[in-house]
């Protein structure tokens, strides 16, 4: 199974700053086949299943707010929120799609 | 407006059984690999089972394997997990979740509201 790590577990940043979360799959999740990165990530808040906001590791959920981007390639990726408002509190994850799903632990983001 | 609604959720004792239900809707159902995902209380999203279209291929996470069964009824447009030798370990929310295409390749775009399902004596 293809192992996801995110960094780090927690972050608490100020308002109208920025964000960034880290994932990190024990092996590639670029498909030969099609050549694109087989990650997404999802927002999840208390009491609520989770929701995607990026998937192919860059392409925007329609409806997801501009300020939500993802980038790498490869192994190594990011979810960056680029002026954090007080309702992106939430746990973060990441997930690949290259084979059985599998998920990162989870990044809590607070308010500083 | 796809709808995936979760129900048979409650409390079991440890190796007991329960069978989890999701009614879906507003989508052909029948075009869609399905999977159940589960998030143990405080923790992270597990990925369960998932099931082809017409439910040949099935696969799971290797620590309910033998245990756990899902199938599909898609003339009913439901999925079901069959949960047998329940352990305290499997005290989680269930949710249901729907593939963003046909492919089993694909995020998931869609998701129930869970069902909590606690394993005690």
């Known amino acids: 199974d293809i192992v996801m790590t995110q960094s780090p577990d927690s972050l608490a940043v100020s308002l109208g700053e920025r964000a960034t979360i880290n994932c990190r799959s024990s092996?590639?999740?670029?498909?030969?086949?099609?050549?694109?990165?087989?990650l997404a990530w999802y927002q999840q808040k208390p009491g609520q299943p989770p929701k995607v906001l990026i998937y192919?590791?860059?392409t925007r959920e329609s409806g997801v707010p501009d300020r939500f981007s993802g980038s790498g390639s490869g192994t190594d990726f990011t979810l960056t929120i680029s002026s954090l408002q007080a309702e992106d509190v939430a746990v973060y994850y990441c997930?690949?799609?290259?084979?059985?799903?599998?998920f990162g632990q989870g990044t809590k983001l607070e308010i500083k | 407006e796809v709808q995936l609604v979760e129900s048979g959720g409650g409390l079991v004792q440890p190796g007991g059984s329960l069978r989890l239900s999701c009614a879906a809707s507003?989508?052909?159902?029948?075009?869609?690999?399905m999977s159940w995902v589960r998030q143990a209380p405080g923790k992270g999203l597990e990925w369960v089972a998932n099931?082809?279209?017409?439910?040949?291929?099935?696969y799971y996470v290797d620590s309910v394997k033998g245990r756990f069964t899902i199938s599909r009824d898609n003339a009913a447009n439901s999925l079901y997990l069959q949960m047998n030798s329940l352990r305290a370990e499997d005290t989680a929310v269930y949710y249901c979740?729907?593939?963003?295409?046909?492919?089993?390749?694909?995020?998931?775009?869609?998701w129930g509201q869970g069902t909590l399902v606690t394993v005690s004596s």
């Open positions: 507003g989508f052909t159902f029948s075009s869609y690999w």
């Open positions: 092996q590639s999740v670029l498909s030969g086949s099609n050549n694109r990165n087989h």
């Open positions: 979740a729907r593939v963003s295409s046909s492919s089993v390749y694909r995020n998931f775009a869609y």
């Open positions: 099931i082809k279209q017409d439910g040949s291929e099935k």
């Open positions: 192919w590791a860059s």
């Open positions: 997930q690949q799609y290259y084979s059985t799903p599998t």
